[in-house]
C-alpha cells in the first residue's frame, strides 16, 4: 500500500464510548498535523473521566526536526518539523481527564515497579474524540507534582513565555493556560477530581498488550475535508 492510500483510508464513525481494556490512540494534532500519536489502552471512559494507560515499551510517534533535533517554538512557527518512531521508556503513565477540562492528570511510575514516581499536570485542549482514540493539543506549560502532593513546580515556563513572545499562542490563552494550571493544581492539591487517592496505587491488568499503532492512524480530517497526509522523516514514511 502506497503512503498516500495509506492516509487516505475511510475511517470509521468516532464511537461514543470505549470500553476498558481497548487499544485506542492519543495524537497530539497541530495545523492540522499529526504531532504525536501513542497507542494506549483505555482503562475506563465515562462522561466524568476517561482514563488511559502508556504501557512501558509503547512504541509511538512524535515531532523531531528534519535534523533529528527537539522541536522548539521557533521550529513550530516555521512548520520546521516531521513525525518519527519513539519507544516510551522507564514505567508506564496514567492518564486522567474530566472530557472537557483543558488539563490532564498524568501518574507517572517508577521504572520495574508500581510506585508512583510523581503526578504531573498537563495543559492541553480538552479531549475530542476521533474515530481512533482521542486528540488534543499541548499548550507547552505544565506542573510536577511529588507523589505525596505536597511539592510542586511549574514546568517549561521558558518555553511557554517564547511561544507567547513569537505569537504561537496568543496573550490571552496564554493567559487562560495559566489560570487553567493554577485551577488543576487547587483541585490536585485538595485531592479533587480527577484524582483519587485509589489511582495512585491502580496497576494494569497484566493481561494487556502492550499496544501497537493501528492502520489509519495518521488520519486527520479538518472540517469534513480529505485527510491531511502525514510528514514522514526523511521522505520514508514510518509504519
Not at 535534523?67 to 521508556?89: E, K, N, Q, S, T
Request: with cysteine.
Amino acid at each position: 500500500m502506497s503512503h498516500r492510500e495509506d492516509w487516505e483510508i475511510a475511517a470509521p464513525a468516532v464511537q461514543r464510548a470505549w470500553v476498558s481494556g481497548n487499544c485506542v490512540i492519543l495524537r497530539e494534532v497541530r495545523q492540522g498535523q499529526v504531532f504525536s500519536a501513542k497507542p494506549v489502552t483505555v482503562v475506563c471512559d465515562r462522561p466524568d473521566l476517561v482514563a488511559l494507560w502508556i504501557a512501558p515499551g509503547t512504541r509511538w510517534k512524535h515531532a523531531l526536526r528534519p535534523d533529528g533535533g527537539p522541536v522548539g517554538v521557533d521550529d513550530i512557527m516555521r512548520d520546521r518539523w516531521v513525525l518519527a518512531d519513539a519507544v516510551w521508556y522507564g514505567g508506564g503513565a496514567l492518564i486522567l481527564q474530566v472530557p472537557a477540562a483543558a488539563h490532564c492528570l498524568l501518574g507517572f511510575r517508577e521504572q520495574h515497579r508500581e510506585a508512583l514516581a510523581y503526578w504531573y499536570i498537563n495543559l492541553q485542549e480538552p479531549l475530542r474524540r476521533a474515530p481512533l482514540g482521542f486528540d488534543t493539543l499541548d499548550q507547552i506549560l505544565d506542573i510536577v507534582v511529588s507523589p505525596d502532593r505536597r511539592w510542586w513546580a511549574w514546568k517549561d515556563e521558558e518555553d511557554f513565555a517564547e511561544a507567547e513572545r513569537q505569537g504561537l499562542i496568543h496573550p490571552t490563552a496564554a493567559r487562560a493556560v495559566r489560570t487553567e494550571g493554577e485551577r488543576a493544581l487547587r483541585l490536585l492539591l485538595a485531592g479533587a477530581p480527577p484524582f483519587a487517592p485509589e489511582w495512585a496505587r491502580w496497576a494494569p491488568d497484566p493481561a494487556w498488550p502492550v499496544p501497537t499503532l493501528p492502520p489509519g492512524w495518521k488520519a486527520v480530517t479538518v472540517s469534513g475535508s480529505k485527510p491531511v497526509p502525514p510528514r514522514v522523516r526523511g521522505g520514508t514514511g514510518f509504519q
